[in-house]
């Protein structure tokens, strides 16, 4: 983002009441979140062309929905959930 564009869009922001601040905000985490997580995918993607070549099976969708609970039940366990 170039120098004009940041200044013009903090003076717009700056512009709106705190309640629409909150939804820009609200926005601008929903963008980066799904940046991140676009950002795994490809990272997954890229691999997948080595492990075919090395002889790796593929999960099962139930394999991977398996391992994305156990995930998540460990990360819910750390935080005290």
Do not use: H
Not at 8 to 22: D, F, M, N, V
Request: charged residues 30%.
């Amino acid at each position: 983002m170039n120098a004009i564009t940041e200044k013009t869009l903090i003076a717009k922001l700056r512009a709106l009441p705190p309640e629409k601040q909150a939804e820009v905000m609200d926005f601008v985490e929903f963008v980066t979140a799904r940046a991140v997580r676009r950002s795994g995918i490809d990272q997954l993607l890229a691999i997948a062309p080595a492990l075919v070549a090395a002889g790796i099976q593929p999960m099962a969708e139930d394999e991977i929905s398996a391992e994305i609970k156990a995930v998540r039940a460990a990360r819910r366990e750390q935080s005290g959930r």
